[in-house]
């Protein structure tokens, strides 16, 4: 009997079969054999059910005649398996014939000790299990049949160590870290490695050292930008006189849209915000204020080149949809894909999307969406990950057994401080696992300074330095420009000074305050 699911338009069709062969008129959903006799003993019996989408042939069912000795009839092969090292596989068989059936399982044509059920498990695979093949024989007193042989594959393994990166590093300098990636299966291990964060990270002028907020008035030296003057308003494509980059794309020309958003492509108008990411926001997607804006009911638009590689858009009084409040702020693009957003002045802060994302609404950083985020007089400078983490190599193909080094730099040679965050995705061909994810967090802080040397009593030296950075070292040596510096102290740890004794041997000369 085959029994299967139908609705009115995919109605299920039958086909019985003996042997392989189509029965006539044997086209139910259950077929019943004329009186068996000693011949029909091992018949094989299967269903074809069909529909308009297509169809499916069962498993063979066999017709044993009591009294009759029937030869072993295999019904169910062994599969091929696939297993990660140190994982067990089991090899299974389903046979009908005359009770009882003796079973013997092997491997590679050899007899496996022991191995005398229906079932074989091999115990934790190693690479040198790859390609083994297991059949089995399966008997009786009329006589016996034997399997197909199934493979065992043991497939690329990877291993990826640490699986998180994280430094801290001064304004201006840059630190390295390693991720090792293995191969524990068997066969190449093919990979490649790429950003797969909000590949944005922003820092706001609430943060110690943060970007300073200081307006840009373009109001008088910028052009309004035609289009962008009424509601759901667009404009045509701007040139911005150089190629912007973003998320692994260039652009050189960008949309205004009426709604407090910039895109280099998209070319309808949005006006109810949305998160981020998003397939449903707009693509290649720059949203310094997202929100129901009218510039139609009042304020203007402006848009200026102001040195060769700046662009500036700037919302000037623009009227948020249905209400007296307005909106002044500003996007100021950089060449280097660096994103400065200000805002002077926003009536209704708290209905907006801020954030940015890229053309597949897959990749974004969304700083807020309906939520208590802008402020008047807020700078918020977005930097792009590719402009403070590199990686080399970004492919490569690694042995069984072996492993292969890809040196991660963190640069912060033009951040301001803030913690900055992206992910590195190592691509495979490692079935099981595919795809892993390596965050990266890199926390910058400022480069403290030393200041005054003051002489303590008996002979000691204070010295100060300018902001409290974990990790300090203090140095001396005798000469400024010749010689080893000498380890005094350190790690130091939320301090901005400390008491020292000076070397017996160096009891007096230069001292320098260094950081990780």
Known sequence: ???????????????????????????????????????????????????????VTSQDAALIVNGVPTAPIILVEPRDA???????????????????????????GGDISGATASAYTNPAAVPADDGARFSVVVTNAAGSATSREAVLMIPPGIAVTPESLSATVSAGLSAGRAVTLGNSGNGA???????????????????????????????????????????????????????????GQSFRSVRVYANGYLSFTNPASLYDNNTLPN?????????????????????????QQTDAGTFIVQFEGVRVYGSSLTATFQAILKADGTILFQYKAVGSPN???????????????????????????????????????GFSPSSGSTP???SHIVDVTLSAASLLPGVYHETLRVSSNDPTRPTVDVPVAMTVVLRPQLGAIAVSGGGQLLLTWSDATNGVYLDCRTNLVLGDWLQVTGPLNSATNCLITPPSDQPQGFYRIRTP
């Open 82 to 108: 696939m297993v990660n090292t140190g994982e067990a596989a089991t090899f299974s068989v389903t046979a009908a014939g005359t009770a009882p059936l003796g079973y013997q399982w092997k491997r590679d």
């Open 279 to 303: 397939t449903a926001a707009p693509a290649n997607l720059v949203a310094p204020l997202w929100d129901d804006l009218d510039p139609g009911a009042g304020g203007t638009v402006y848009g």
């Open 400 to 402: 069984a057994g072996g």
């Open 351 to 389: 209905t907006v999307t801020v954030g940015v994302q890229d053309a597949a609404g897959q990749r974004g950083l969304q700083l807020v969406c309906d939520g208590a985020y802008i402020a008047n007089l807020l700078a918020v400078r977005l930097v792009p990950s590719a402009a403070w983490l």
């Open 189 to 247: 291990l093919n990979w490649s490695i790429a950003l797969a964060g909000a590949g944005f990270s922003a820092v706001d002028s609430r943060t110690a050292g943060g970007p300073a907020y200081s307006w840009v008035d373009i109001s008088t030296s910028g052009t309004a930008i035609a289009g962008v003057n009424t509601d759901e308003g667009v404009s045509s494509l701007i040139d911005m006189g150089f190629d912007f980059p973003f998320y």
């Open 1 to 55: 009997t085959a029994v299967g699911a139908q609705n009115a338009d995919s109605a299920l069709s039958y086909q019985w079969r003996t042997n392989g062969v189509n029965i006539s008129g044997a086209t139910g959903s259950s077929y019943t054999t004329p009186a068996a006799t000693a011949a029909d003993s091992g018949t094989r019996y299967s269903v074809v059910v069909a529909n308009y989408f297509g169809g």
